[in-house]
DNA sequence: TTAGGGTTAG
């Protein structure tokens, strides 16, 4: 299999944490041993056995077993694996995935004194039987996964020797799953590497899991591959493992081909299920192709495959995209008809529909209709009361923001966010601020949205200070990463116009990170400020630091605008150094402001670049390239130009041919002047 | 232990 993976096993890295695992685990039995020979001690033995009587005999009521154990915790008894074990036991037997695991959370990170290791607890309770374990060992992995430790998750789950037994192929495939979802696709294949070494027999869902990873990685012939190996294992592929493969086709633009395979399959009667379908609807979707789409919603009824409200949902979302709100409401209706049950979601799709054709007081008496049959939720809502406040109508967005209120619904950030934001785009500054004291006097934590919201929203409005001062308050509260609070500061500043604020509170940074210097660079480029721009990236980038091709860009644009073409070739080839691949419009910007004002010898060499870099420039760089030539009375340059760009089988418009025109007028009005 | 859709900024 050329599956480019990590190997596990090969580093030293790992070969020391072997050690240090089995030293670990020592230490922990060793650490055990006083404490349960200690007969006096208030944590001893007797307390350890009552302890675990009384869970025991709680075991019938989780809820109060579980608060059993929290309070010993919080009067300063030192639970153990003994008593751990115990309420494990409990939680898991009544399926409270939840409280397991904020438990496994706990030990993991060491709260309360723990003493002993993960591992240890798991060996306590290996032989309870497959099904808890099971339930127990995806609790530990969740836990570690959540806290981001995956090596951690490695050497559990594969120093297999050490434990004395082996993990079910179960606990491998919820791990694999969850690493998918964490995006670490490289570790699922390096954990399906050496699964064979374990003598565990693979199951279906570890073959689906690790085509997933194969097809979210862009791995086309090594998801073939692993076909094959399940095919050559004797596992059966299900409904999951073909809509898997046909999905994977239509994610990674092999739509056309998911298409066929998809029609190949029912026609063999393979069993496929709704999604499979739906994937391939979706891509249709996607691709503007919604005749199509169509045509496959009927395809479908005819193999018996009973279209759900996804594959609706696909289709409605399609006309939605393109503004067709008459046939998406005449889908809504087709399905409805077919008794299948209309959600949120669906109507949150027309109602977006509504307000982005500017049919937002429609979307009103939408929402209202659907209140009354009760298919509204916070984002049916807030799809309309953002479309309100983008119209400056904030004060019928506020009735129905109240409106949430009357109806006992719960209001989130988002909603909150959404409201505040419009009144800053209204100027409203005290409404936005009595809104973000209310949100926090209900419990909802302003996120960094909010913050930006109100923090450019202040600025904007000349109450710099405000607004830095609200920032601060984000900062104190310990919002996102240091450097995040602090970027978002900084842009915020700049984006309401607030340079010297923002440059103020930069300077103040004890420890400047490259993000912040980042953050201050996008600030410049926010606030038109090229110059400083200019200045502070070429400082930055010499440091191989690069920031978001957005704001390179935008800094090139305006260097082009202000004719700073000599900055901004500069700037360009710093792009190119730093082996970033500039966009064609970034390649066009130059090349027209270096021809706009004559400077040919600079136009010529990006235009040279663009060749080289395997592009084929277009009809406008052309023109804009044959003109400048002319501008500088370089004609057969200009001539020489026009040919390739015919050779390149770009046709001429009317702009290219006057100055075509124009040179040839000068070139015989030269040559009948020199005869 | 396996799939799917809809909200807030710039």
Not at 268 to 290: H, M, S
Request: proline share 2%; aromatic share 10%; with cysteine.
């Amino acid at each position: 299999m050329r599956v480019s993976t990590v190997n596990l096993f090969s580093s030293s890295k790992f070969i020391k944490h072997h050690h240090f695992i089995a030293l670990r685990s020592v230490s922990a039995l060793a650490q055990l041993k006083p404490l349960s020979s200690d007969s006096d001690s208030d944590s001893g033995p007797q307390n350890t056995t009552k302890v675990v009587e009384t869970l025991n005999r709680l075991k019938k009521k989780p809820i109060d077993a579980l608060s059993y154990f929290d309070n010993l915790k919080k009067e300063g008894f030192l639970h153990d694996v003994c008593t751990y074990a115990a309420i494990v036991r409990i939680l898991c037997h009544f399926r409270l995935n939840k409280e397991l695991d904020l438990i496994f959370l706990q030990i993991i990170r060491k709260q309360n004194n723990v003493e002993f290791e993960v591992i240890d607890l798991l060996k306590a309770l290996y032989h309870d039987g497959s099904d808890s374990f099971v339930r127990v060992s995806n609790a530990m992995v969740k836990a570690y996964v959540v806290l981001g430790m995956f090596d951690q998750v490695l050497e559990i789950l594969f120093l297999t020797e050490r434990h004395g037994f082996v993990f079910p192929i179960s606990s491998y495939n919820f791990f694999m799953n969850q690493l998918v979802h964490c995006g670490k696709m490289d570790t699922v294949l390096a954990v399906y590497q050496q699964l064979g070494r374990l003598g565990l027999s693979l199951n279906v869902y570890t073959y689906v899991i690790v085509l997933k990873a194969l097809f979210k990685k862009g791995c086309l012939e090594e998801a073939f591959e692993v076909y094959r190996e399940m095919d050559k294992a004797e596992v059966t592929p299900n409904e999951f493992a073909y809509s898997t493969f046909i999905e994977g086709l239509c994610m990674n633009g092999e739509l056309d081909l998911g298409h066929q395979l998809l029609r190949a399959w029912a026609a063999t009667k393979i069993p496929l299920g709704a999604f499979a379908y739906t994937v391939v609807i979706r891509g249709f979707c996607n691709d503007t192709r919604l005749e199509e789409a169509e045509g496959l919603l009927l395809f479908m009824e005819t193999q018996g495959v009973v279209p759900d409200v996804h594959v609706y949902s696909a289709l409605i979302s399609g006309y939605c995209k393109f503004g067709n709100i008459s046939k998406a409401l005449a889908l809504h209706s087709e399905m409805v008809s077919k008794d299948i049950k209309t959600d949120c979601v669906v109507v949150n799709l027309i109602l977006k529909c509504f307000c982005q054709l500017g049919r937002v007081s429609e979307a009103v008496h939408q929402l209202k209709e659907l209140e009354e049959i009760g298919i509204v939720d916070n984002i049916s809502y807030n799809l309309v009361v953002d479309a309100l406040c983008k119209l400056g109508r904030v004060d019928e967005a506020m009735v129905l923001f109240s409106e949430m209120k009357d109806n006992q619904m719960v209001l989130d950030v988002v909603n909150y966010t959404t409201m505040i934001y419009g009144y800053c785009l209204q100027g409203k500054l005290c409404d936005a601020l009595i809104l973000f004291k209310e949100m926090k006097e209900k419990g909802h934590e302003p996120d960094l949205v909010t913050y930006k919201i109100l923090a450019v929203g202040f600025a904007r409005c000349d109450f710099g200070q405000v607004a830095i001062d609200l920032l601060n308050d984000m900062k104190k509260q310990g919002l996102g990463p240091y450097f995040a609070r602090d970027n978002m500061i900084i842009e915020g500043l700049c984006l309401g116009g607030k340079v010297k604020e923002a440059e103020a509170f930069f300077h103040s940074l004890q420890e400047k990170c490259l993000e912040n210097y980042s953050a201050m660079f996008n600030g410049y480029c926010h606030a038109d400020y090229s110059e400083k721009a200019f200045q502070l990236f070429m400082r930055i980038s010499k440091q191989g630091f690069s920031v978001s091709k957005g704001s390179i860009f935008k800094l090139l644009n305006s260097l082009c605008i202000n004719g700073d073409n000599a900055k901004a070739k500069m700037l360009f080839d710093r792009i190119l150094t730093l082996n970033l691949e500039p966009s064609k419009i970034m390649y066009s910007k130059l090349i027209g402001s270096c021809c706009q004002a004559g400077e040919m010898g600079m136009a010529r060499s990006v235009f040279d670049i663009l060749i080289s870099r395997g592009n084929t420039p277009n009809l406008m760089t052309y023109t804009m390239m044959i003109n400048g030539y002319r501008k500088v009375n370089c004609m057969q340059k200009a001539f020489e130009l026009f040919k390739d760009m015919k050779r390149q089988g770009i046709a001429p418009d009317d702009v290219t041919y006057k100055i075509l025109f124009n040179i040839h007028s000068k070139i015989n009005l030269k040559s009948s002047s020199s005869s």
